[in-house]
């Protein structure tokens, strides 16, 4: 399992290519990219911040926890801090499995907890202002679901 929290952009085909090719006995891989959304149109860009060694910590355990709830091989998450503007990929998760229902769970799982309780801080600059960006009711339900 690889966890990299960094500011540099990654190239998603490299790193989708080089997770695929490292698996010997999966029979499915599943990947995810988040990307910044721009939904009025007036994002200028985003900032993320963390507390280095706190935030890998978190998500080093849940990922820790979905292997141990689903039969995974590995499992790769990618996650990026900094500033950021619109349409640049924020974050990777990928899952390896001998079957896909575990890779699609673990990897919903895994979606589900960094958009809701990995310890980022994401704050939003527009032309109006900046605004720190609350918590969504959705992304609460998706992740009470597990």
């Known amino acids: 399992m690889r966890l990299s929290v960094q500011t540099d952009a990654f190239d998603l085909g490299a790193e989708a290519n080089a997770f695929a090719a490292a698996q010997k006995t999966a029979g499915a891989v599943v990947t995810f990219t988040g990307i910044v ?12 911040e963390h507390y280095p060694g706190m935030t890998e910590r978190a998500i080093r355990a849940i ?10 091989d590995d499992a790769l998450v990618i996650h990026r801090h900094g500033r950021l503007v619109a349409q640049e990929p924020i974050m990777m998760v990928a899952t390896a499995a001998r079957h896909r229902a575990d890779a699609f769970a673990a990897a919903e799982f895994l979606m589900d907890y960094l958009k809701s309780r990995a310890p980022f801080w994401k704050k939003e600059f527009a032309a109006d202002g900046a605004a720190w960006v609350a918590a969504r009711d959705e992304d609460e339900a998706a992740l009470n679901r597990w």
């Open 63 to 72: 990922m820790d926890e979905a292997q141990a709830r689903w039969s995974l």
């Open 37 to 48: 959304r721009d939904n009025g149109g007036t994002l200028a860009a985003m900032e993320i």
